[in-house]
T-cell receptor, first 108, second 112 residues
Framework: GQNIDQPTEMTATEGAIVQINCTYQ??????LFWYQQHAGEAPTFLSY????GLEEKGRFSSFLSRSKGYSYLLLKELQMKDSASYLC?????????FGTGTRLQVTL | DADVTQTPRNRITKTGKRIMLECSQT?????MYWYRQDPGLGLRLIYY???????NKGEISDGYSVSRQAQAKFSLSLESAIPNQTALYFC???????????FGPGTRLTVL
């Protein structure tokens, strides 16, 4: 089975950098996904890591360590529109299991 | 036009009623999924389908059934709705196991 842990809530200031951590235990691993979800809306894809290391995509970066069962999402130059929930997900070739999400509040 | 659509977007119903939620996609993906989302519990998989002839139960399939009418259509039914099925329901599609899942806009279902 899958077990995914991430913090429930975080607060950060506009313009700052924030790191959202995710730890997982899985019986099969087929990559680690990060999704962004604004309140009441659908999750949207942010990043995918299947190999160890850092993947950078604009203001967002995602890191994976398979040996430690650990990933993080790094958001730089925070903007108010980044206030949302961030979902970590992993799984087997058949299906994904999602974490409960980290609700990020960006303040002035 | 949206690639993944869900109907209805909102529905209020009563305990014991049969409800069908529909999902259509124009992405040409083979894989389709139904999730429910509850506060504090995250997204949980109800059913998934890898093609028209392949239907699989997810972690919370009890009380639900599905039909894959075509590659582009995947519907979720609640045979006899109960209040604890009140939730936000999402349909998603993907091209393969390591491919991104694309979500529909969601259906907010309230069972009174």
């Amino acid at each position: 089975g899958q077990n995914i842990d991430q913090p429930t809530e975080m607060t950060a200031t506009e313009g700052a950098i924030v790191q959202i951590n995710c730890t997982y235990q899985t019986s099969g691993f087929n990559g680690l996904f990060w999704y962004q979800q604004h309140a009441g809306e659908a999750p949207t894809f942010l990043s995918y890591n299947v190999l160890d290391g850092l993947e950078e995509k604009g203001r967002f970066s995602s890191f994976l360590s398979r040996s430690k069962g650990y990933s993080y999402l790094l958001l730089k130059e925070l903007q108010m529109k980044d206030s949302a929930s961030y979902l970590c997900a992993t799984g087997t070739a058949s299906k994904l299991t999602f974490g409960t999400g980290t609700r990020l509040q960006v303040t002035l | 036009d949206a690639d993944v659509t869900q109907t209805p977007r909102n529905r209020i119903t009563k305990t014991g009623k049969r409800i069908m939620l529909e999902c259509s996609q124009t992405k040409g993906h083979d894989r389709m999924y139904w999730y429910r989302q509850d506060p504090g519990l995250g997204l949980r998989l109800i059913y998934y389908s890898f093609d028209v002839k392949d239907i699989n139960k997810g972690e919370i399939s009890d009380g639900y059934s599905v039909s894959r009418q075509a590659q582009a259509k995947f519907s979720l039914s609640l045979e006899s709705a109960i209040p604890n099925q009140t939730a936000l329901y999402f349909c998603a599609t993907s091209a393969g196991s390591t491919d991104t899942q694309y979500f529909g806009p969601g259906t907010r279902l309230t069972v009174l």
